[in-house]
């Protein structure tokens, strides 16, 4: 599975970006996409990764706490061997500046595990990343 991540750009505070995630292709047991998770990390010059927001195969959805009421993630599982992720982003602020990641999890039981709490799985298939830079 690919992943292409596109959308990120310059803003200033207040303002609204939507990323996303083009994901293709298919899993070693050519399962359809719409089985599998999604999550939206992103990881700031000398910071850690975290996970910004997930959608799991049954559409159940996960917010971190910093961006709960701003960021909107959804998902269109468009063909079999096609998914887009979205992530709508309102009201960013300098702090949400990082370069954002999509990752899919090809675990058919990957709705059982919170992807919140795994931000380095190393059962995540990751994109190149789209960067978002927030001046105040």
């Known amino acids: 599975v690919n992943l292409e991540e596109s959308g990120g750009g310059s803003v200033q505070a207040g303002g609204s970006l939507r990323l996303s995630c083009v994901g293709s292709g298919w899993s070693l047991n050519r399962i359809p996409l719409r089985a599998f998770c999604f999550g939206w990390f992103r990881q700031a010059p000398g910071k850690e990764r975290e996970v910004v927001a997930t959608?799991?195969?049954?559409?159940?959805?996960?917010?971190?706490d910093s961006v709960k009421g701003r960021f909107t993630i959804s998902r269109d599982n468009v063909e079999d061997h096609k998914n887009i992720v979205d992530l709508q982003m309102n009201n960013l602020q300098p702090e949400d500046s990082a370069k954002y990641y999509c990752?899919?999890?090809?675990?058919?039981?990957?709705?059982?595990?919170?992807?919140?709490?795994?931000?380095?799985?190393?059962?995540?298939?990751w994109g190149q990343g789209t960067t978002v830079t927030v001046s105040s």
């Open positions: 959608i799991d195969s049954r559409d159940g959805i996960e917010y971190a």
């Open positions: 990752a899919i999890e090809t675990q058919y039981d990957c709705f059982l595990r919170s992807m919140m709490a795994r931000p380095n799985s190393d059962s995540y298939t």
